[in-house]
């Protein structure tokens, strides 16, 4: 039998055996019923078991191959998105999803804008770090494992040879602050009646009823939807070949910027571009929105699981300070976006919005989903489908988009003063738009 074969299932079986332990963990101590995810359980039982943790049973090669998973599982993430749900129309849409854009592009900025303040004031001087430690707040917390992977590279023709592993601990720190602080305001929001979904009105998204029909059903059903989630992933490698195809000709840069973004956009994409296929002709059934969720969910509780359970701990005790100030540092901007900036600048219900802006900006997407799950389970708030189309303008810009790659570049070139200025400049007029986006009448309002 191959070698390699069967460390690959081995991998794949113990990864499994951790997400179905945490869930079944999760279950009998009702620990999600207060909030807190099954994949946190099963992440933390893989740290404690993984190649640096307290019993080391897990091997250092088992988990190097769940490395290159989370752009992997981020890209299934996507393909669901937008798979089973009935697309509304621009006019619904505009409002919400504009707020959410800016929103997301004003934390996003503003992750760049307190790594360089941060990187200026206090590590350069004290510690002596690499200029570009100033990006790795938005490329650790809001493009993740896949986004700070790519950018390794380009960091080191720039003399940042350790950016990314780095990046990679940024990444991990961030998936697991996310997990873990924003169960926490989940509970505390109930607490405090911040959750306002019941808004929403109680046919937003009734549940689906259970299927009592034959095995082959629900198995005809599962394969299915994966298929629609397959297609979805083969049109965005189609578009990222034309993408590559045409970049040279634009410019050396745009190529650099092709090569580099990651897939799970795309994937968004042809999530849209299957669901609006589906509609046209008549087969929305094919897609349904239980399976599709679930599919997003096992995803997530898996890509959560293998960060955690592969956390390179000597790496981050070795840089533990530089990574802990930024880190700190990222979480109170983030925190301010959600508790300060979320109510004035998004339509209500803002908690549930601005908990899945916070996961995303803490955690990538997948974890802003994970936390909309937890705040909005009946999915009453409305929150998915402007959350999906905003990711089509904002991916491409940031979390591994134009920004994420030029960013290098700009400090290298401008000098880290010159991008803090002006990343504030950009910060100020995008968290201005939002607030003048929210006084402006709605459509409702207005023909009163």
């Not at 986004?147 to 990679?168: C, E, Q, W």
């Amino acid at each position: 039998m191959d070698p390699t074969a069967v460390a690959l299932a081995l991998s794949v079986a113990a990864l499994g055996g951790l997400v179905a332990l945490g869930r079944g963990l999760g279950a009998a101590t009702g620990l999600q019923r207060i909030g807190l995810p099954a994949a946190l359980l099963s992440g933390l039982i893989g740290l404690l078991i993984g190649p640096f943790g307290v019993v080391p049973v897990l091997p250092m090669g088992l988990t190097d191959r769940w490395i290159n998973l989370p752009a992997v599982l981020m890209t299934l993430v996507f393909s669901t998105m937008l798979l089973g749900k009935p697309l509304p129309s621009a006019g619904e849409l505009w409002r919400p999803a504009s707020a959410q854009l800016l929103l997301g592009l004003t934390l996003g900025f503003g992750q760049y804008l307190v790594g360089a303040l941060v990187v200026l004031g206090i590590l350069i001087p004290w510690l002596g770090v690499h200029p570009l430690m100033a990006c790795l707040i938005e490329v650790g917390f809001e493009g993740g494992h896949g986004s700070a992977a790519v950018m390794g590279p380009i960091y080191a023709s720039f003399g940042f040879t350790g950016g990314r592993d780095l990046g990679l601990a940024m990444a991990t720190v961030g998936l697991v602050s996310s997990v873990v602080l924003g169960s926490v305001l989940v509970i505390l929001a109930r607490q405090f009646h911040w959750i306002g979904s019941a808004a929403g009105g109680d046919d937003a998204a009734s549940p689906a009823p259970t299927s009592h029909g034959p095995w082959w059903e629900g198995a005809k059903s599962l394969a299915t939807n994966l298929g629609c989630c397959g297609l979805a992933v083969l049109l965005a490698l189609g578009m990222q070949q034309v993408l590559l195809a045409v970049a040279p000709s634009i410019s050396d840069g745009m190529e650099q910027v092709v090569q580099t973004m990651p897939l799970f956009p795309l994937a968004l994409v042809g999530s849209l571009l299957v669901q609006l296929l589906l509609e046209r002709t008549g087969q929305s059934g094919l897609a349904t929105t239980p399976i599709q969720s679930k599919t997003a969910g096992l995803a997530t509780d898996v890509l959560i699981t293998a960060a955690m359970a592969g956390l390179n701990l000597p790496l981050l005790l070795h840089d533990w300070l530089p990574l802990t100030i930024l880190a700190g540092a990222g979480l109170i901007w983030n925190l301010f976006g959600l508790l300060v900036l979320s109510k004035p600048m998004l339509p209500g219900p803002w908690f549930e919005r601005g908990i899945t802006e916070f996961g995303q900006a803490t955690g990538v997407a997948a974890t802003g989903l994970l936390l909309l799950g937890l705040a909005d389970p009946e999915a009453k708030s409305a929150t998915l489908a402007p959350f999906s189309i905003k990711q089509l303008v904002l991916q491409p810009v940031l979390a591994g988009g134009v920004v994420t790659v030029l960013a290098p570049l700009a400090v290298m070139t401008w000098g880290l003063q010159t991008w803090a200025a002006l990343c504030l400049a950009i910060t100020l007029l995008l968290a201005g738009g939002g607030l003048l986006l929210a006084r402006l009448p709605t459509a409702a309002s207005a023909s009163h």
